[in-house]
């Protein structure tokens, strides 16, 4: 794989746009007719800006720092709040409701036709939910709706893309970039725009414009860093950003995007979210041979949806995690890593620190966790074995007996063990027997040679194990030969 110079890596700070040349890569492509890539400019002194300082009253005005500020405030004051009114003083200055008629409306069919058209885009209807978001479109407008609006005409640019109406989409959310600019003021219009930029910016992907698609998503980084206040999207758009940026080898870029997104995520207690920006950025890692990295990465999120109670996304950790100790992951460090991720466990001087976890061990742990069985306790340092009636230390003795049923206690002889039956019959139970789902994942074998999996224990190098996202278990060597005979990534049972 290809890789470009190493670059440092690009700081993304809060109220702030991505530093460094518009064209990550050196590569230039024209951005005529495709609208809402303007270079901004500095309100007071025209130059380019890198660094984005919006107004914080008007949110329409940009200058290069507070010095352009202070001195175009003069100028400035007498539009500012004005200039976000709308031709015949339809906007304000303030938020977007304050151009909704004195009484106020219920969303109605407006709202209704946007949930209909979402519903029937998620099923793959996509003339059926254009149909309605041009309904909805249309009743937001007549009843002042805007932002609803600006929904509805995302999702129709959406359709339109979905349709392979590429020309159609450009245009459909060119023209709504354009609304948003002139009707809706706050955060309100930084979320809208941002939106409407990174919808943009998939079709920019789809139209083979890798790098103008990087340049939507940079800018709608950039308008969300400056308002700071939707975290979420910013993250979204973060993650999209490091999607791209590493589609196109600039990992440096791409992890620095992925980590924002992490951080983001954890902030807002989004563990759906941040369950994918971690896997993103997994993914990313292990591309680069940092596959200890990775697997802290994947840790971290299994903890947070463990303490979310999202089994869902805690079982597409594991799925990851198993597959990377088991098939990247050599050396003994898992314990390592898994210990610097829980925080929940202390040990005090006197506990006897056990071995290190090694890949293969932390990799049937994952494995166990994922089909629903409990985790194995942890090993205890076997203690000197005496005699449960007199005490006798039985070390030394290579014939002991053993109770039959407990299989813990141990004694000189048979007289000792009636002597201490009484007090021994109230703890004495069997050990619990394996499960019908323990003895099935015991018994189950690879649907390619058929020979056993040994999915709960410690594999070796020879017999290693990958599950599919359908929970297909098969060899990893049988999975590179199903591969390279042309079966592709789908499941040899499925």
Not at 34 to 40: H, K, N, R, S, T
């Amino acid at each position: 794989r290809c890789r470009p110079a190493a670059r440092p890596p690009l700081q993304m700070g809060a109220g702030q746009s991505i530093p460094g040349d518009p064209q990550w890569d050196g590569e230039q492509e024209d951005p005529t007719g495709w609208p809402g890539l303007e270079q901004l400019t500095c309100d007071h002194c025209g130059a380019a800006i890198q660094r984005l300082r919006r107004c914080a009253a008007c949110r329409a005005a940009f200058f290069c720092g507070r010095e352009c500020q202070r001195a175009a405030w003069p100028r400035h004051r007498e539009v500012c709040g004005s200039r976000t009114q709308g031709q015949g003083g339809q906007r304000s200055s303030g938020s977007p409701a304050s151009s909704r008629p004195s009484s106020p409306r219920a969303p109605g069919a407006a709202a209704d036709a946007l949930r209909r058209g979402l519903k029937l885009f998620n099923s793959g209807n996509f003339r059926e939910a254009l149909a309605e978001a041009d309904t909805s479109a249309e009743a937001a407008a007549a009843e002042s709706l805007w932002e609803l609006r600006y929904e509805a005409l995302r999702l129709r640019g959406q359709c339109l893309e979905q349709l392979q109406d590429l020309a159609g989409a450009r245009r459909c959310l060119g023209d709504s970039l354009a609304e948003v600019r002139e009707r809706l003021a706050g955060s309100a219009a930084s979320k809208a725009e941002a939106n409407l930029l990174l919808r943009l910016g998939a079709v920019a992907t789809r139209s083979a414009k890798p790098q103008l698609a990087l340049q939507y998503q940079r800018k709608a980084v950039a308008i969300l860093e400056a308002d700071g206040g939707d975290k979420d999207s910013l993250a979204a758009a973060y993650n999209s950003l490091g999607i791209s940026a590493g589609k196109r080898g600039l990992t440096e870029a791409a992890r620095t995007a992925f980590q924002r997104a992490v951080e983001l995520r954890k902030e807002t207690g989004n563990v759906d979210g941040l369950c994918a920006c971690a896997s993103n950025l997994a993914n990313l890692l292990r591309a680069e041979d940092q596959s200890q990295e990775a697997a802290k990465e994947l840790e971290e999120a299994r903890r947070l949806a463990n303490q979310a109670g999202s089994s869902r996304l805690e079982k597409q950790v594991l799925l990851n995690l198993a597959n990377l100790y088991e098939n990247e992951l050599d050396a003994p460090a898992a314990e390592e890593m898994r210990k610097a991720t829980n925080k929940m466990q202390t040990r005090t001087s006197e506990e006897v620190e056990p071995a290190p976890e090694t890949a293969p061990v932390a990799a049937a742990r994952c494995r166990r966790a994922l089909f629903g069985l409990p985790p194995l306790p942890p090993a205890k340092p076997s203690a000197p074995p005496e005699c449960g009636s007199c005490g006798a230390d039985l070390s030394g003795q290579s014939r002991r007996l053993r109770c039959g049923r407990c299989r813990r206690a141990c004694y000189c002889d048979a007289a000792c063990q009636r002597a201490a039956w009484r007090q021994h019959a109230e703890g004495c139970q069997p050990p619990p027997g394996p499960s019908e789902l323990e003895l099935e994942l015991r018994d189950r074998g690879c649907p390619v040679c058929l020979e056993p999996l040994h999915l709960l224990e410690a594999t070796s190098a020879e017999s290693r194990v990958v599950i599919l996202q359908c929970l297909h278990c098969l060899h990893s060597r049988c999975w590179n030969e199903w591969t390279d005979r042309g079966g592709g990534v789908a499941c040899p049972v499925c």
